[in-house]
């Protein structure tokens, strides 16, 4: 059996890591098996999944710069303890080059960095992007191999003249077809009529995801529309103040928040539209998951314009204003819906397919060696 040991900071509800979930649980574990490393002692959403289906998880000390050295002893440490990894595959791109070197001199053959995103918090003065910079070289040095999720964050990370691979971020389609039955039952357990216009979005309430647009947007579409609802889907640093925002708008009564979901592929049949104003994203599987289960997805321009699959996403600029969203959100929902389910089946998005390709990747990466 080979053992593939993932690198991330927390096994929580982000987009990685449910993007790695989703592989671990549809890969044939019986030859693959996903180990994990966190950065963290905390308890994380996942973490007894991962148990239960035979992966193990490890804690490292979290990088503060001043501990440069006892973080990679903690790595040496493992790795000597650990002599079955051959593979490691990390997540946490800005640490990346603090990984690899150690792995190297410790005999882990193939060193994998991925990136998720195709930015940082540009909001802030953030220490996370000197850190970056100064470990990328170490990280270019040592890496054997470089993934991203999307064309995008490659060209963003890696460079437009270096060989990356592209992992999709694959779903279970068939948990998102559309399914009238969970559509009812659901929009009753909130509150929120039958034939009610019903926005949703599903993410981390962090500045990046750009809430508090969102709920202007909303605002504004509540003006024009007598009967619509907004539906959030997440958790993070940020939710008080959204939720604090939503009184202030006086919108409590048009706005539903679910904190985190593990049945994601059932409370999105709730939605009419996916609306995603996110200042910048890698590849995200939400847009993905929309389309699968057939909704119009609006959201920025500044994504990936290869998330639309089926031809169902609209992009807005962030510089157009809120009647333009508003607008676009309106016009999206009035056309006909398109059977995306079986669009995005045929495609290497969905988890069958898109398996059997990383699958390959690591028998024949093992081998080598």
């Not at 098996?33 to 963290?40: A, G, R, S």
Request: with cysteine; proline share 2%; charged share 20%.
């Amino acid at each position: 059996m080979i053992r593939v040991l993932h690198v991330f900071g927390l096994t929580d509800r982000g987009g990685a890591e449910t993007m790695i979930m989703n592989y671990y649980r549809n890969i044939d574990r019986n030859e693959i098996q996903f180990d994990f490393v966190n950065h963290t002692t905390k308890e994380c959403a996942y973490d007894q999944e991962i148990r239960s289906m035979g992966g193990r998880i490890f804690h490292i000390p979290k990088y503060k710069g001043y501990n440069h050295f006892q973080y990679q002893k903690a790595w040496r440490n493992l790795f000597k303890a650990h002599l079955e990894y051959k593979i490691i595959h990390i997540h946490y791109f800005s640490l990346a080059g603090a990984i690899v070197g150690v792995a190297k001199k410790c005999g882990v053959k193939v060193r994998i960095t991925h990136a998720h995103s195709v930015g940082t918090n540009a909001f802030k003065f953030d220490l996370r992007l000197i850190r970056k910079l100064l470990l990328k070289p170490i990280m270019f040095k040592y890496s054997t191999h470089f993934f991203a999720c999307g064309k995008n964050t490659g060209d963003v990370y890696f460079g437009k003249s270096r060989k990356y691979k592209i992992i999709p971020i694959a779903i279970n389609t068939i948990d998102f077809s559309p399914n009238r039955e969970t559509r009812l039952l659901l929009r009753k357990k909130l509150n929120i009529p039958n034939n009610a216009l019903v926005i949703g979005h599903v993410g981390r309430f962090t500045r990046v995801k750009n809430h508090s647009f969102l709920l202007e947007i909303f605002e504004r579409l509540n003006q024009l529309h007598h009967n619509c609802y907004l539906v959030l889907i997440g958790n993070g640093s940020l939710f008080n103040m959204i939720e604090r925002k939503i009184s202030l708008l006086n919108l409590s009564h048009r706005v539903r928040l679910l904190g985190l979901q593990s049945n994601i592929n059932e409370w999105i049949q709730t939605f009419d539209a996916f609306v995603m104003p996110s200042f910048f994203e890698g590849f995200p599987v939400s847009v993905i998951e929309a389309q699968a289960a057939g909704l119009p997805c609006i959201i920025s321009d500044v994504i990936d314009p290869t998330v639309n699959i089926t031809g169902n996403v609209s992009f807005v600029s962030l510089n157009k204003g809120v009647s333009d969203w508003s607008e676009a959100i309106l016009k999206s929902t009035k056309e006909a819906c398109k059977n995306n389910f079986d669009i995005i089946r045929k495609t290497e998005y969905d988890i069958k397919h898109a398996v059997i390709q990383l699958t390959t990747f690591y028998k024949k990466e093992h081998d080598i060696f």
